[in-house]
């Protein structure tokens, strides 16, 4: 126990964050050493690194949050946090970049899990945000029909 949490504390000192590292969610190999080859933790691990960086006010690259959110995906593919959360954090960008990058991640959300009404409703309110209300009309739609 207080070896993992001398490895988490260094961890959290010593680790990158996604602004200084876009690619370490999938190549950090403290996740290795920490995940001892279990995917799942790896995931884990690799989403508490976006988090952190998130939480602290860290400058989070748009693209480098869209690719560890799917680098997530692929180590543990039934986890659905990572894609929530990451498109929340994209919409709260708020530059068109970080809300053309949300879309795609909501959509691909709705893609992976179709019979969860949480992505494309929370696709509909973007796309009203924006002013598409029929493509708001058709996701808000299928947000019904899934729940």
């Excluded at 999938?26 to 799942?40: D, K, N």
């Excluded at 991640?105 to 409703?121: I, Q, V």
């Excluded at 309110?125 to 029909?145: N, Y």
């Amino acid at each position: 126990m207080a070896l993992t949490w001398l490895l988490l504390s260094a961890l959290r000192v010593a680790g990158p964050t996604a602004a200084a590292h876009p690619g370490w969610s999938t190549s950090h190999p403290t996740h290795s050493v920490l995940s001892l080859g279990v995917p799942e933790r790896a995931a884990t691990l690799a989403w508490w690194q976006v988090g952190r960086a998130w939480a602290s006010g860290s400058a989070v690259d748009t693209d480098a949050l869209v690719a560890s959110v799917r680098a997530i995906g692929a180590r543990d593919a039934e986890w659905r946090t990572p894609w929530v959360y990451g498109g929340l954090m994209l919409q709260a960008m708020g530059d068109p970049h970080s809300l053309t990058k949300a879309e795609a991640l909501l959509e691909e959300g709705a893609a992976r899990w179709p019979d969860d009404p949480w992505f494309p409703a929370a696709l509909g309110v973007q796309l009203q945000d924006a002013g598409r209300v029929d493509e708001a009309r058709r996701w808000l739609r299928a947000a019904r029909e899934r729940s």
